[in-house]
């Protein structure tokens, strides 16, 4: 695969397409609150996503897209933002040096979902993966950094614009792209996805209107 954002967007494309056959409706707890990822997301709105599709359906895919997003604006800055380049890379050294990270390794599907669900009252965990993140803090973490100097500063902050502008040059680019393959997009959701959710509605359905469903006296 070259390193064009046309030829990225196809490869992640046809990955979504190769794990959303697999994709089942979730049995857990619903989400306390929207994803800053997908809610209003204009990937979701180039896709043909944003109306009557599962969230976890939505989020595959938006996290595939910022896969690409990422990988351009690291180049960028690579190239030609050496202070923030710096930075970035002193950031990943001393989280390489962090303690357990359990949304490291996670395939793009589940990248941006929360740790854990929410708690139910009655049924307290005895732990929580964002516990023993926070609990698990070496002993023999790298010192911070030396502070940075006022024009060092004033530098980084341009050069954090420059990216950001990138970013939403790249976004749109993606988005440009993305919408050229949202017949194959829409078609397999309609595939996959749509009978999925007919058939839960419809064991939704049947349950209501169970004869041993516990009546109003």
């Known amino acids: 695969m070259d390193g064009t954002i046309e030829s990225r967007v196809s490869h992640e494309v046809d990955n979504w397409l190769r794990?959303?056959?697999?994709?089942r409706?979730?049995?857990h707890r619903g989400r306390s609150r929207l994803c800053r990822q997908c809610f209003g997301s204009p990937i979701i709105a180039a896709a043909g996503?944003?109306?009557d599709v599962p969230h976890a359906v939505q989020h595959a895919?938006?996290?595939r897209m910022k896969l690409v997003i990422d990988a351009s604006v690291d180049?960028?800055?690579?190239?030609?933002?050496?202070?923030?380049?710096?930075e970035m890379r002193l950031n990943e050294e001393r989280r390489k040096t962090s303690g357990y990270r359990p949304a490291e390794g996670l395939d793009p599907e589940f990248k941006g979902l929360d740790l854990d669900p929410q708690p139910a009252s009655d049924a307290p965990y005895l732990f929580t993966f964002g516990e023993l993140a926070q609990a698990d803090v070496p002993d023999d973490a790298p010192p911070?950094?030396?502070p940075l100097t006022p024009e060092e500063k004033a530098a980084i902050r341009v050069e954090l614009k420059l990216a950001d502008d990138y970013a939403l040059q790249v976004g749109r680019r993606v988005c440009s792209e993305l919408a050229m393959h949202r017949d194959r997009i829409v078609g397999a959701v309609a595939e996959h996805v749509e009978p999925q959710v007919k058939a839960l509605l419809a064991d939704l359905d049947s349950a209501l209107n169970s004869p041993v469903?516990?009546?109003?006296r």
Do not use: A, K, V
């Open 19 to 23: 794990w959303l056959p697999r994709w």
């Open 25 to 27: 409706p979730g049995t």
């Open 49 to 51: 996503l944003e109306t």
């Open 61 to 63: 895919l938006t996290m």
């Open 75 to 86: 180049e960028y800055t690579d190239q030609n933002l050496p202070l923030l380049g710096r």
């Open 144 to 146: 911070p950094p030396p």
């Open 213 to 216: 469903w516990p009546h109003e």
